[in-house]
Nanobody, 127 residues
Framework: QVELTESGGGSAQAGGSLTLSCAAT??????????VGWFRRAPGKEREGVAA???????NYADSLKGRFTISQDKSKNIFYLQMNNLEPEDTATYYC???????????????????WGQGTQVTVSS
């Protein structure tokens, strides 16, 4: 079992930055590798993959977001981050982190690959 809690959402001006955090609490598992993904759902749109990482290091980004968003992990704390720079109003969405056991290269950006989800954190970017 894995529990995920997102934080760090809020309001920002266009061009600004926010860093989202995802704290993971997990029960002992026979698996050692995993993937964590960040997803978002904008009003009236389907949820989309933003960034993902494999616990061994590989990362993956949605093509449209490369260069602005960075995913990272603090293994010692089981916290996963999404650094968002140069924010745009189109980044307004609820952001979710998700977890799947097992490594994958590249780590997947499709939501069907993930088994555990956080409750989400709202990001609002104003122009």
């Amino acid at each position: 079992q894995v529990e995920l809690t997102e934080s760090g959402g809020g309001s920002a001006q266009a061009g600004g930055s926010l860093t989202l955090s995802c704290a993971a609490t997990r029960s002992p598992s026979r698996y050692t590798n995993f993937c964590v993904g960040w997803f978002r759902r904008a009003p009236g749109k389907e949820r989309e993959g933003v960034a993902a990482l494999d616990s061994n290091g590989p990362v993956n980004y949605a093509d449209s977001l490369k260069g602005r968003f960075t995913i990272s992990q603090d293994k010692s704390k089981n916290i996963f981050y999404l650094q968002m720079n140069n924010l745009e109003p189109e980044d307004t969405a609820t952001y979710y982190c998700a977890w799947k056991w097992g490594g994958w290269k590249p780590p997947p950006l499709d939501e069907t690959s993930y088994n555990y989800w956080g409750q989400g954190t709202q990001v609002t970017v104003s122009s």
